[in-house]
Each structure stands twice: as structure tokens, then as C-alpha cells.
């Protein structure tokens, strides 16, 4: 287990110096100066440019340049967004939780759906169910989000009327914001109105997290699907059929839970797809989060917080990969042994 | 236990937050806090939370009414000047001296970040005026220095002084007469701050939150304000009017109007600003469409002092080829009135007579080959990035002029990727060489419409968009001010108004309602002709 | 008088053809590649076939609902947008432009990545192991992401987006190249061209790329359908192609200001790219069916 932790965090650290080195390099491809690019200070005086000059280490070379902007980092410091003149890392710690707060509930519902109908699928092989199952999950993966996210809020919010169409929570309640993520900060807050604040929160993650977890969803039927056809193939559900054990039985001791195992490790890969998903859904349900934000700032040329805002949000990214893997590791401990170049 | 029981109670718990997303649909409980808070979806941010340092119509709404008085406001059908903070004045005959007796027991928010202890009085007035006027108050220079409104009509030109006389009156002394002054004082600009406040922001330095965290003497005081996303008023209790009867007021800020549509079907706002889809809304019993003849005019504007529009002859070729029947229909839906000169056709000093532009693309043709643009050229025109009741949808109006342009050789760039904030702000600089933007009257004086848009003072204050210095147009504005006679100012107008139309700063597109569209169970008049929101009346069934 | 075949001729098609026999076979499949080739043909000859130009303004017919509507007009079949402008002419030239552009997208990553990924895969040390870790980062950013970063820094249009979606889909290509080029190198048929005196270059174009042909079309067409999403993705959120432009995701983008008064215009262009899509998609299931099928017999 040591050396694939060691691995683990070898892949971590060289993940993030390329990252950086990715968003360092972004201040100098953006158009405009580049030391207001990376500090995002329009509206410095000459003065002020000279001082900021020293802390990013103008005067100097690249690669102390680098250096200096790495330290800038270590210490929090992303600089300040060119639009709001607010600083980079509060705005971040400001919408991140949102984001994830969003993202964990959708990769939970896909999960939810995906994989145990992923598994009929596979049980009923060559029947009707699995072409149908198949088909649909086609469809599903082929939906542009955006399209669908519109789709949803006129049926269901408008027609029905059953389901919000915008925001974290209904402005009525007055929630402290102290994590960001609503579930936490209402349990957190003294409102009197705390069960309804809880039902007006689930209420409004309800459709937006439907909605970016359809695409995943159907990835996870097929690759459920697949385990478990492989799975079911394999000498030792033969064996046990062979034993006489009852249908129920065999899915519900042994192959569930091999097959279980094998999809884990996909979860990790997917989840950068599905935060990519999650930025256009955030952008049409008005959801608070950084994928709005890092849009929005798109717009507004913002580049300062373009940087700042990538560079988050692939860290966030990939360190939701490296936990899976570490938990499929867990669970497998055939997966430790080493993996070239992956 | 077996494990199929267990994966059961997993299954079961999982069930328990699926219903309870179900149960909160039909929630009862929370009925109550609805039933006393208004949820407004408003357009954009403010910029600021005091009026005198801004014109943009956001900020006057989410401002003026909510968190201020002014001395003296309009009230009724035909709008006359009514008490407010003064309860009456006396103006001399010459007009050159006004004073006003104020209202005793006005009490100033009191909020967690101010405590008032003492009722509003005279030294209050004198605050919020002397800020505005002398340059070397504390204050002036707080937030920029600048005072649009104020220094569109000339204020502090106007002004001699202010006296106080004792606690509870104070005296306007004017160098000559105006007759828009009452007018001006009663705009929406012209809010009454609490000196008690100010000083207790010199004391710790931060003299800038006397524009942040606002503390006036309004129905409605500031709780929570998140940019871009919300406002949070609570009501003032010991409001010297009427307190209002809700218990929370919240400007949930939408800059889609599609997504402010979408939260009144959705019943996540109860009143929403600029609608769309009216047919829509009026299809809806649940929901209601009011419109308010707006004293407003959408313009086309050109930066006069860059070329190639300090030419007269290309300005008059452009506005020959704009065809503004086509924009009304598209951009307006037919629901505006095309505009022939500046002002609208209710203003008393509207003259039927002026010359209007006509559609006439060979004649703006000939027009550009005389200016010396016979291949035609290049040009960018800026267009508002949110919607105002003078326009709608910049953009697409913008995109129409772009392809009326074409046909007379001119490529138009458009611009529209600032925030409001940004826009203004570069608009001010000249940074422009067009613009789309409009303008809706403070007040029923028709010098609202000609000094805060095109006068020379209004164009060194950045306010007068095309820059456009005209001295017979402001000796014509000055005369139409020191008398108040009537007829003689109608003759004035008359030839300002000429000079326009053949100097062209700017083409006048449409004069447009204003619409609102709000749940029914939401009561009270809250809109004006002129002027921002008020919610002080609204209340809910 | 006919006679039936006296000899039994034993046809071996290629390994294409075999291929094909296998596609053909699957229904569905087949019904998804008419679709991409109707399609096709449509993103070529649109200028040709539209009834009206794509940006024409028909002023006096704002706002038609679709002809079967009782305020529709036949001569504008699928309706009119807030300017007037035909739906059915720009769907059938946004065809062009989100499909025809993915086509030509993919294709030009494919050819890059590949040779990228030959030479990356012929060399080996230090430089490949960092070139891998270099791509598997890439690879874990999700391509929209990567992609609209690369269009902040370029600048908004639709050619941006489409070098930025190029840019995005190169590390796909090279990393799947490189990984068949190396297994295949493991191979013995490589091994015994090696032995006859070939140079690097010459397995790879001779013996190597047939074999990895099948792969590499299995991955350009999901390729395919993932840059048909990207580019109205980008368009949609204002990044890509400006209206007037007829890009199908441009042209949702401007009618969600009209959901509630004219819903076709939101409803067509997704279902549009939900056909298009869709197609692509079959065509790639069809493929990766085909392959699985001609491996196992």
C-alpha cells in the first residue's frame, strides 16, 4: 500500500506543477500586460505596478517568475478578479462548495441509477430489456445538457410547477454562509425555519443535479453492464451455479460485489466529464457555483480569474480521482500493484 | 440479519431524502414567510447605494425609494410637487430663494452597523447638499467626486448657498430664477443622508461606506447585500410614514429577462422588472401585466468629438438610413411609440411641427460621398448590456441598425460585452464612437430631457454621451429656465428642438412603456412614470 | 437456361470489407449511417438547397410558428425566429457548420495526433515518460473546460473554437495511437518485418496502420460526436459562433430569450443536435460492434 500511496502522490505533485505551469503560462498567452493578467490590479497606479513588479518578480527570468507566482500561491494568493477588484481566493472558497455540493449529489444520483440498471442490463442479456436499456442510454448520452436543462425547467418547473428553476435556496430564508454548502450551513444556522430551509434546498438540487447526471448515468449502465456481463462469465459464478445456488444468490453475494469493484474505478475517470457538464447546467439554473463564476468571467475577460478559476477547479478535479482510486485500491488490492505511464 | 434485509433498510433509507424532496413541494409551513416578503427580480446590481452619485436607472430603483426621502417628492395623477421630508416652503417671488420647514420626529435606520440617537433635522439637509456642492467638503471627493445628475443641471451653478435658520428649517439662496429647481430637488437624485452617520465614519476612517452601507430615513433598511445576487431590505419600524407591511424585501438581481420570466411562471419572484412574452403573462390568471406611460426616448448617439462622426453630414446619412419602423416592431413588439424629436408627445413642450428623419437610403448615400466617405467605412457602436424601458434588447437593436447600415456601404462592430457598471463608466471616458441608450425623465420639466442629455455642462460631466457642445442650444435651455412662462418657454424648446434635428447629436428611436408584470396577490402602486420603484405601498394578500 | 454455381468460390474479403459485412448487418446501425450520410450531404450542398439564405430578414414574418401551426405559413415550414429568418434554411446550413465542422475537425486531429503519437511511441526513456504523464494530465481536464480556456485566450468565433476543440481532441488521438502502435510493436509480425531488414517507418505505414485503422475510426467517430457537442456547447454560451451565424448551438442560445412566445426555437435546434448526434453515435456503435465481431471470429 506504501509504494502506491507513494506513487499515488508522486502522480499528485507533478499533476500540480504542470497545472500551474499551465495557468503561470495563460498570463502571458492572454491578451494584455502580463502582470496585470496574473495579479488582476486594473487599476493600479505606476507606483503600485513597481511594487507588485517585485512581489511576481518581473525583473527576473522565467523561471523565477514561475517561482515567485508558486509562492504567491502557497500563500494563498491568486490575486484579484479584474471585474469585482475581490480577491481571487475568497471568491473561489466563496462558490467552490457550491460546486461540489452540486457535483457530489449528481455523481451520486448517477451512481444510484446508473449502475443497478446497468446490472439488469447485463442479467438480461440479449432480451428485450437490455436493447431497450441499451437504447435509452443511448439517447440519454446524446442529449446536449444544455438543451435538457431547458427542457427540465419548462416541464417541470413551469407546467408542473413541481420543482424551482433557479438558485441554491429560495431567497426567503436567511442562511448564514459559513461552509457553502447549503445541507451543512442550514444545520449550521439558528433560523426557525430550519426543516423548511432543508426541503427548499433539496428542492432546488433536485432538478439541476437530474440534469447533469443523465450523460454520466448512462456511461455507468455500459460500464456496469459490461462488468457484470464479464462477471457473470467468469469460472467462479460457473461454479457456483454449478453448486446450485439460487439466481438471487449468485447476484446478490458474488457478483454484485466483483462487479462493484471493477466500476469504482471508472467513477474517478468520470468525474472530470461530469463537472464539465456541470459548468453549462450551473450557467442555466443560475447556480452559485465555480463553473458559473469561471464563465462569467469568460465574458467579462476576467483573465486574472480565469487562471485562478482553472486551476481550482482541475485541482478539485483531480483530486476526486486520486481519492477514488485510493478507495478502489482499497477495496481491490490487486489494483496496487503498478501501473505503467497511468 | 440477513444481507438481502440490509440492502432493504438501505434501500428504505435511501427512499427517506427522495421523499422528502417530493414533501417539500406542497409545503404548508413555510406559507408564512411568503406571505409577508416581497421577492422583486431586478435587471442588474446596483452601483451603488446612494443616488446622488449615479444616474443608472438599477440603482435608483433598488435605491432611491427603498432606503431614502428627499425633501420634497410628486405625488397623484398629474404629479405635482407634494410634502416629503419638508413638510412646506415658501419660494420668493423673483424665484431666487426657496425655504423649506422640515418635519420634526423623522427617525434614520438603525442598523448593525448604526445606532442613530437623534431625530433627522436641518444639519442632515445641509449635509447631503453642501456634499454635492462644495468641492472642498469631507465628502465630496468620497466615491469618485462625482455627482452626474447634479452636475447635468447644473447645480452648483444655480446654488449660491444654504442656510440653516434653525434646527427645523433651512434656506435655498439661487443666483438667478430656475424653474425646474423644485423639479430637481424632488428628483429621485436628491436623497437626504444622515450627517450623524457621516461623522461616525470620519471618526474610523471608512468614508466610504457612507455609499456601501447606506443609512437613510426610508421604508426599508439594508440587511444583506450580495453582488450579483441579492439584495436584502428590511422594513424601517419606526418609519415617519406608513411602515410598510412586509416583513422582508428582497431584489433577487436577473440580468436574463428570460430568466426573470421564469422565475414569475415558476413562482420563485412576485414582481419582475422589464417583461417579456406579455401575451404570455396576460394568459395567466394568477399573474398580472401593468404598464405605465413612460416619459422616456431610446436614441441612437454619436460621439461628436471623434471622427468620423464630427461630421454633421455622416450623422444625418446615418440617421436617413436607420429604418426605426423595423426596430419597433422587432425590438419593442409594436408596444412603442416611433420617436420624431426628443421628447414625447405628452410633454407639453412637444412641437409637432419638427423636422423628423425620414427613411431615405440614396439620399444617405449621396450624403457619405459628399462627406468624403464614398466606399463607406468602419465603425463600432456600443449597445446597452441590460434592459431599460426606453430599450429592451439593445443587442438586437443594434444588430438591425447593423445590417440597415450595410446597405449604405458602413460596416458596424457592435460592443456589448461590459457589465452596465464598465459600460457607463467607458461611455464617460468618449471611448465610444455610437451608442444605444436611452433616457427616462426625473421629473415632468421638459429641461429634463434636454440639459442632463446635451447641454455643454452635462457634456464635461461625461453624462451627455455625444459630447455635443452647442452654445445656441444652451443659451436656448438657459432662457427657457429663467422665465416661467409658458408659452415663451414652448418657443424656446421649439427652436432647441430644431437645432437637433438638423445637427443631429443624436437619433431618437421610440418612446416606450414601462411594464411590470407581478403575481396578483402582490398589491400597491409601485410604479412611476418617471422615476425609480417604490415599495413602500406593497403588501401582500 | 441458368445454371446454379458448379464451383464453390471461398470469397476472403479484406479486413475493411469484412468489416462492412459485419456493419451492414445490425439494423439499427444501418438506419443511423443513412442518417450520417443525409446528413453529409446536407452540410455539403445546404447553400444549394436552402429556400432562403440563412440570414435573410423576413420583417414582415416575425415569429411563425412551424407551417403545421394555424399561424403558420407553408412557404416558411419550420417557422421564423425574432428576425424573421427561415428556422429550416438555418438548420440545414448550421448542418455545415456544427456537423460538417465536427467532420473536418476530427479529421484534422486524427491525422495530427496520429503522427504525434507514432513518433511518441517509436521513442522511448525519459522523454516518452514525461510525454505521458503530460497527456494523462491533459486528458483528466475536461475537454469543454480545456476548450474554452482556449478560446479565452484566442479570442470568441467560430474558428477559435474550432482550433481550440482541435487542440483538445489531438491528446485523445495520440494517446489511443500511442497505445496501439506500442502493442502492436509487441507483436511477432513486427517482429519478423524487423528481422527482414524494415525501417521503423516502414512497419508503421505498411503493417502497423492497417491494423490500427479499425481503432482509430472506432475512436474519431466518438470523437465526432463529443466535437459536435463541444462546438454547440461553445456556441450556446456565447463563445463560439455569433448569430447570425446558424450554428445550431449559436441558434439556441438566441432563442431561449423567446422560449415562452416561440418554443420551436429553442425545440428545433436541440432536436437537431440530438439527431445529429445520435447518428454519429450509431455509426460508432455499429463500428466498435463490427470490430468486436471480426475479432472474435
Same mark, same amino acid.
Given at each position: 500500500?506504501?509504494t502506491?500511496?507513494l506513487?499515488?502522490l ?8 504542470l497545472l500551474?505551469l499551465l495557468?503561470f503560462s495563460?498570463s ?8 496585470i493578467?496574473?495579479s488582476?490590479?486594473?487599476?493600479a497606479t ?5 511594487i ?5 518578480q518581473t525583473?527576473s527570468?522565467v523561471f523565477q517568475?514561475?517561482f515567485?507566482y508558486v ?9 484579484i478578479?479584474?471585474?469585482s477588484?475581490?480577491?481571487i481566493s475568497?471568491e473561489?472558497?466563496n462558490f ?9 449529489v ?14 439488469i442490463?447485463a442479467?438480461?442479456?440479449?432480451k ?5 436499456i441499451?437504447?435509452i442510454?443511448?439517447?440519454?448520452y446524446s442529449?446536449p445538457?444544455?438543451?435538457l436543462?431547458l ?6 418547473s ?5 420543482l ?6 429560495s431567497l426567503l ?5 459559513v ?12 433560523s426557525?425555519?430550519?426543516w423548511q ?6 428542492a432546488?438540487?433536485?432538478l439541476p443535479a ?9 456511461i455507468?449502465?455500459r ?6 456481463m464479464?462477471?457473470?462469465e467468469?469460472?467462479y459464478?460457473r461454479?457456483?451455479k454449478?453448486?446450485?445456488?439460487s439466481f ?10 466483483n ?20 459548468m453549462v ?8 457555483g ?6 462569467e468571467?469568460?465574458?467579462q475577460r476576467d483573465h ?6 482553472l486551476?481550482?477547479?482541475s485541482?478539485?478535479?483531480f ?12 477495496l ?5 500493484e503498478?501501473?505503467h505511464?497511468t | ?10 434501500f428504505k433509507a ?11 413541494c ?5 406559507k408564512?414567510l411568503s406571505n ?10 446596483p452601483e ?9 436607472g438599477t440603482?435608483i430603483?433598488a435605491?432611491?425609494?427603498q432606503?431614502y ?5 410628486f405625488?397623484g395623477?398629474?404629479n ?12 420668493t417671488r423673483?424665484?431666487k430663494m426657496?425655504?423649506?420647514y422640515l418635519?420634526k420626529d423623522?427617525?434614520?435606520?438603525q442598523t448593525?452597523?448604526?445606532t442613530?440617537t ?7 439637509v445641509?449635509?447631503?447638499f ?6 472642498e467638503?469631507?465628502?465630496h471627493q468620497v ?6 445628475f447634479f ?11 444654504i442656510?440653516k ?5 433651512i434656506r435655498?439662496?439661487?443666483?438667478y ?7 430637481n430637488i ?13 461623522d461616525?465614519?470620519v471618526?474610523?476612517?471608512i ?10 430615513t426610508?421604508p426599508f433598511k439594508?440587511k ?11 422594513p424601517h419600524?419606526?418609519?415617519w410614514?406608513k411602515p410598510s407591511?412586509?416583513e422582508?424585501l428582497?431584489f433577487?438581481?436577473?440580468p ?10 415558476a413562482?420563485e419572484c ?19 401585466l401593468?404598464?405605465?406611460t ?14 468620423p462622426?464630427?461630421n454633421?453630414n455622416?450623422?444625418?446619412a446615418?440617421a436617413l438610413a436607420v429604418?426605426k419602423?423595423?426596430?419597433i416592431?422587432?425590438?419593442y413588439?409594436s408596444?412603442a411609440?416611433?420617436a420624431?424629436s426628443l421628447?414625447?408627445?405628452t ?7 419638427t423636422l423628423a428623419q425620414?427613411?431615405?437610403?440614396s439620399?444617405a448615400k449621396?450624403?457619405?460621398v ?24 439593445a ?7 447593423q ?5 449604405i456601404g458602413?460596416?458596424v462592430?457592435?460592443?456589448?460585452s461590459?457589465d452596465?457598471?464598465?459600460f457607463?463608466?467607458q461611455?464617460?471616458?468618449g471611448?465610444?464612437?455610437s451608442v444605444?441608450?436611452g433616457?427616462s425623465?426625473d ?7 434636454f440639459?442632463?442629455?446635451?447641454s ?8 451627455n454621451r455625444?459630447?455635443?457642445c452647442n452654445?445656441?442650444f ?6 427657457a429656465?429663467?422665465?416661467t412662462?409658458v408659452?415663451q418657454?414652448?418657443?424656446f ?9 438638423t445637427?443631429?447629436?443624436?437619433i ?5 412603456k414601462?411594464?411590470?408584470a407581478r ?9 412611476s412614470?418617471f422615476g425609480g420603484?417604490?415599495f413602500?405601498k406593497?403588501?401582500?394578500? | 437456361m441458368?445454371?446454379d ?8 474479403p479484406s479486413p ?7 456493419f451492414k448487418?445490425?439494423p ?5 449511417f443513412s442518417?450520417?450520410?443525409f ?6 450542398? %445546404?447553400?444549394?438547397?436552402?429556400p432562403?439564405?440563412? #440570414?435573410e430578414?423576413?420583417?414582415?414574418? /416575425? @415569429? *411563425?410558428?412551424?407551417?403545421w ?5 407553408v412557404s416558411f415550414?419550420?417557422g421564423?425566429d425574432?428576425l424573421?429568418?427561415d ?9 455545415s457548420?456544427t456537423?460538417g465542422?465536427s467532420?473536418v475537425v476530427?479529421?484534422i486531429?486524427?491525422v495530427?495526433g496520429v503522427?504525434i503519437g ?5 521513442t522511448s526513456?525519459?522523454? %516518452?515518460?514525461f510525454l505521458?504523464?503530460f497527456l494523462? #494530465? ?5 475537454? /469543454? @473546460? *480545456?476548450?474554452?480556456v ?7 468565433g467560430?474558428?477559435?473554437?474550432l482550433?481550440a ?18 502493442e502492436?510493436?509487441?507483436k511477432d509480425?513486427v517482429l519478423?518485418?524487423r528481422l527482414?531488414g524494415?525501417?521503423s517507418?516502414?512497419i508503421?505505414?505498411h503493417s502497423?496502420f492497417?491494423?490500427i ?5 472506432s475512436q474519431?467517430?466518438l ?5 459536435i457537442l463541444?462546438i ?5 454560451l456565447?463563445?463560439g ?5 446558424a ?8 432563442g431561449i430569450d ?7 426555437t ?7 443536435i ?9 455509426v ?7 470490430l468486436?465481431?471480426s475479432?472474435e471470429?
Amino acid at each position: 500500500m506504501l509504494t502506491f500511496t507513494l506513487r499515488r502522490l508522486n502522480l499528485f505533485i507533478f499533476t500540480m506543477f504542470l497545472l500551474t505551469l499551465l495557468s503561470f503560462s495563460l498570463s502571458f498567452l492572454f491578451p494584455g500586460e502580463q502582470l496585470i493578467n496574473i495579479s488582476g490590479q486594473v487599476n493600479a497606479t505606476p507606483e503600485q505596478l513597481i511594487i507588485l513588479g517585485e512581489h511576481y518578480q518581473t525583473q527576473s527570468n522565467v523561471f523565477q517568475q514561475y517561482f515567485a507566482y508558486v509562492n504567491m500561491l502557497f500563500h494563498g494568493d491568486l490575486g484579484i478578479s479584474m471585474a469585482s477588484q475581490l480577491s481571487i481566493s475568497t471568491e473561489i472558497m466563496n462558490f467552490l462548495p457550491a460546486t461540489i455540493e452540486l457535483t457530489l449529489v449528481a455523481l451520486f444520483i448517477a451512481m444510484l441509477f446508473g449502475i443497478p440498471i446497468g446490472f439488469i442490463a447485463a442479467i438480461n442479456h440479449r432480451k428485450a430489456t437490455d436493447n431497450i436499456i441499451l437504447s435509452i442510454s443511448m439517447i440519454g448520452y446524446s442529449i446536449p445538457v444544455f438543451w435538457l436543462g431547458l427542457l427540465a425547467i419548462l416541464v417541470f418547473s413551469i407546467q408542473l410547477g413541481w420543482l424551482p428553476s433557479a438558485g441554491q435556496i429560495s431567497l426567503l430564508f436567511e442562511i448564514e454562509h459559513v461552509t457553502g454548502i447549503q445541507f451543512i450551513d442550514i444545520l449550521l444556522s439558528n433560523s426557525p425555519y430550519k426543516w423548511q430551509a432543508f426541503q427548499d434546498a433539496s428542492a432546488h438540487i433536485f432538478l439541476p443535479a437530474c440534469v447533469i447526471a443523465l450523460a454520466p448515468a448512462t456511461i455507468f449502465v455500459r460500464l456496469a453492464r459490461s462488468a457484470m456481463m464479464e462477471v457473470l462469465e467468469s469460472q467462479y459464478i460457473r461454479a457456483a451455479k454449478a453448486k446450485g445456488l439460487s439466481f438471487r444468490q449468485i447476484i446478490y453475494h458474488h457478483a454484485i460485489r466483483n462487479a462493484m469493484v471493477h466500476v469504482i474505478r471508472d467513477v474517478g475517470l468520470q468525474f472530470a466529464n461530469l463537472v464539465t457538464i456541470a459548468m453549462v447546467t450551473e450557467v442555466i439554473f443560475s447556480w452559485p457555483g465555480i463553473g458559473r463564476w469561471l464563465i462569467e468571467s469568460i465574458y467579462q475577460r476576467d483573465h486574472t480569474a480565469i487562471q485562478g478559476g482553472l486551476l481550482a477547479l482541475s485541482a478539485f478535479i483531480f483530486i476526486v480521482h486520486i481519492v477514488t482510486d485510493f478507495i478502489y485500491a482499497a477495496l481491490n488490492p490487486l489494483a496496487r500493484e503498478s501501473r505503467h505511464g497511468t | 440479519m440477513s444481507i438481502l434485509a440490509v440492502k432493504q433498510h438501505i434501500f428504505k433509507a435511501m427512499l427517506l431524502p427522495f421523499l422528502c424532496v417530493i414533501s417539500a413541494c406542497n409545503t404548508e409551513n413555510d406559507k408564512s414567510l411568503s406571505n409577508h416578503s416581497i421577492v422583486y427580480c431586478s435587471e442588474g446590481s446596483p452601483e451603488s447605494f446612494n443616488p446622488q452619485t449615479v444616474t443608472s436607472g438599477t440603482t435608483i430603483d433598488a435605491t432611491s425609494n427603498q432606503l431614502y426621502n428627499r425633501l420634497i417628492s410628486f405625488r397623484g395623477e398629474q404629479n405635482t410637487i407634494a410634502p416629503s421630508l419638508a413638510k412646506s416652503w415658501h419660494v420668493t417671488r423673483d424665484g431666487k430663494m426657496i425655504t423649506f420647514y422640515l418635519r420634526k420626529d423623522v427617525a434614520f435606520h438603525q442598523t448593525n452597523y448604526f445606532t442613530p440617537t437623534r431625530f433627522f433635522n436641518a444639519d442632515d439637509v445641509l449635509f447631503s447638499f453642501n456634499r454635492i456642492l462644495s468641492a472642498e467638503h469631507p465628502f465630496h471627493q468620497v466615491s469618485g467626486g462625482k455627482y452626474p445628475f447634479f452636475q447635468s443641471v447644473s447645480f452648483s451653478n444655480v446654488v449660491q448657498s444654504i442656510e440653516k435658520i434653525n434646527d427645523y428649517t433651512i434656506r435655498f439662496k439661487f443666483k438667478y430664477a430656475d424653474s425646474s429647481i423644485l423639479a430637481n430637488i424632488a428628483s429621485d437624485f436628491a436623497v437626504i443622508l444622515s450627517k450623524e452617520y457621516a461623522d461616525a465614519l470620519v471618526l474610523k476612517n471608512i468614508k466610504r461606506e457612507i455609499d456601501t452601507l447606506p443609512i437613510g430615513t426610508g421604508p426599508f433598511k439594508l440587511k444583506e447585500y450580495r453582488p450579483g445576487a441579492y439584495i436584502r431590505y428590511a422594513p424601517h419600524q419606526d418609519y415617519w410614514d406608513k411602515p410598510s407591511s412586509l416583513e422582508q424585501l428582497i431584489f433577487d438581481i436577473t440580468p436574463s429577462s428570460i430568466g426573470r420570466l421564469t422565475k414569475l411562471l415558476a413562482g420563485e419572484c412576485d414582481v419582475i422588472a422589464f417583461p417579456i412574452a406579455h401575451e404570455k403573462i396576460k394568459s395567466k390568471p394568477e399573474l398580472e401585466l401593468e404598464e405605465v406611460t413612460s416619459f422616456n426616448v431610446g436614441y441612437l448617439g454619436f460621439n461628436t468629438v471623434k471622427p468620423p462622426f464630427n461630421n454633421v453630414n455622416v450623422r444625418q446619412a446615418v440617421a436617413l438610413a436607420v429604418n426605426k419602423q423595423a426596430i419597433i416592431d422587432t425590438v419593442y413588439q409594436s408596444k412603442a411609440d416611433m420617436a420624431h424629436s426628443l421628447l414625447p408627445k405628452t410633454s407639453w413642450a412637444y412641437n409637432k411641427s419638427t423636422l423628423a428623419q425620414t427613411y431615405d437610403l440614396s439620399e444617405a448615400k449621396k450624403l457619405l460621398v459628399d462627406a468624403g466617405f464614398p466606399d463607406g467605412f468602419t465603425m463600432n457602436l456600443w449597445a446597452l448590456p441590460v434592459q431599460r424601458a426606453y430599450n429592451p434588447d439593445a443587442i438586437t437593436m443594434a444588430k438591425l441598425i447593423q445590417a440597415d447600415l450595410k446597405k449604405i456601404g458602413i460596416k458596424v462592430l457592435i460592443e456589448n460585452s461590459l457589465d452596465m457598471g464598465s459600460f457607463l463608466e467607458q461611455l464617460s471616458k468618449g471611448e465610444h464612437q455610437s451608442v444605444l441608450l436611452g433616457w427616462s425623465a426625473d421629473h415632468f420639466d421638459p429641461d429634463n430631457f434636454f440639459t442632463p442629455l446635451l447641454s455643454c455642462s452635462s457634456a464635461k460631466s461625461g453624462n451627455n454621451r455625444t459630447f455635443w457642445c452647442n452654445e445656441d442650444f444652451d443659451d436656448l435651455l438657459q432662457q427657457a429656465l429663467e422665465t416661467t412662462n409658458v408659452t415663451q418657454r414652448k418657443r424656446f424648446y421649439s427652436r432647441a428642438l430644431a437645432i437637433i434635428s438638423t445637427e443631429v447629436p443624436l437619433i431618437p428611436i421610440a418612446h416606450s412603456k414601462r411594464f411590470q408584470a407581478r403575481k396578483n396577490i402582490v398589491k400597491g402602486e409601485f410604479l412611476s412614470p418617471f422615476g425609480g420603484i417604490d415599495f413602500s405601498k406593497a403588501s401582500k394578500n | 437456361m441458368a445454371r446454379d454455381k458448379i464451383y464453390l468460390e471461398e470469397e476472403f474479403p479484406s479486413p475493411l470489407l469484412q468489416l462492412w459485412h459485419n456493419f451492414k448487418e445490425t439494423p439499427v446501425v444501418m438506419l443511423g449511417f443513412s442518417c450520417f450520410v443525409f446528413l453529409t450531404i446536407l452540410a455539403l450542398f %445546404s447553400p444549394l438547397i436552402t429556400p432562403y439564405t440563412s #440570414v435573410e430578414n423576413h420583417l414582415d414574418f /416575425l @415569429l *411563425l410558428p412551424p407551417a403545421w401551426h394555424n399561424d403558420g405559413n407553408v412557404s416558411f415550414l419550420l417557422g421564423t425566429d425574432n428576425l424573421g429568418r427561415d428556422m429550416l434554411s438555418r438548420l440545414m446550413h448550421g448542418t455545415s457548420l456544427t456537423f460538417g465542422l465536427s467532420f473536418v475537425v476530427v479529421l484534422i486531429s486524427l491525422v495530427i495526433g496520429v503522427i504525434i503519437g507514432s513518433f511518441s511511441a517509436l521513442t522511448s526513456g525519459i522523454k %516518452s515518460s514525461f510525454l505521458n504523464h503530460f497527456l494523462d #494530465v491533459i486528458l483528466s481536464i475536461p475537454s /469543454l @473546460l *480545456l476548450a474554452i480556456v482556449i478560446v479565452a485566450i484566442l479570442g470568441t468565433g467560430l474558428s477559435n473554437t474550432l482550433w481550440a476543440i482541435i487542440m483538445v481532441l489531438i491528446p485523445q488521438f495520440v494517446h489511443i495511437t500511442r497505445n496501439a502502435v506500442t502493442e502492436e510493436f509487441r507483436k511477432d509480425y513486427v517482429l519478423a518485418s524487423r528481422l527482414d531488414g524494415a525501417s521503423s517507418l516502414r512497419i508503421l505505414y505498411h503493417s502497423v496502420f492497417p491494423n490500427i485503422l479499425e481503432k482509430l475510426i472506432s475512436q474519431a467517430t466518438l470523437a465526432q460526436s463529443s466535437a459536435i457537442l463541444d462546438i454547440a456547447a461553445l456556441g450556446f454560451l456565447g463563445l463560439g459562433a455569433q448569430i447570425p451565424m446558424a450554428e445550431w448551438g449559436a441558434m439556441l442560445k438566441n432563442g431561449i430569450d423567446l422560449f415562452y412566445i416561440a418554443p420551436w426555437t429553442v425545440y428545433l435546434p436541440g432536436l437537431a443536435i440530438l439527431f445529429a448526434v445520435v447518428a454519429t453515435n450509431l455509426v460508432g456503435e455499429g463500428m466498435r460492434h463490427a470490430l468486436k465481431v471480426s475479432k472474435e471470429a
